[in-house]
């Protein structure tokens, strides 16, 4: 069965950096788009970043600048750097896999993760 599981998050203060990780259990990355969502207490789920297969990527305004997202096929592995953290970035963070479309919401996901929670204090 294949799963994404992500690491990496937890509690930093303003201005500090994080890095997640999502590891996929059989290699999906040759395949699949991949992309970081996150949903804030009482918000809705929003892409926060994503990779095409290709190394093409795609960032959220609000975090253009601060978050890079890296892929490492070999080690079935997506990444996103997160820097100049800021108290509005808390959120649940998911890694998705999926679709890629050139319109729209960019990413058509057809895999979750579990998530991993990102706390940022003032």
């Known amino acids: 069965q294949v799963q994404l599981v992500e690491s990496g998050g937890g509690l930093v203060q303003a201005g500090g950096s994080l890095r997640l990780s999502c590891a996929a259990s059989?290699?999906?990355?040759?395949?699949?788009?991949m992309g970081w969502y996150r949903q804030p207490p009482g918000k809705q789920r929003e892409l926060v970043a994503g990779i095409t297969k290709g190394g093409d990527t795609n960032y959220a305004e609000s975090v253009k600048g601060r978050f890079t997202i890296s892929r490492d096929n070999a080690k079935n592995t997506v990444y996103l750097q997160m820097n100049s953290l800021k108290v509005e970035d808390t959120a649940v963070y998911y890694c998705a896999a999926g679709l890629h479309l050139p319109y729209g919401p960019w990413l058509l996901p057809s895999l979750w993760g579990q998530g991993t929670q990102v706390t940022v204090s003032s």
């Open positions: 059989e290699n999906i990355f040759s395949a699949k788009a």
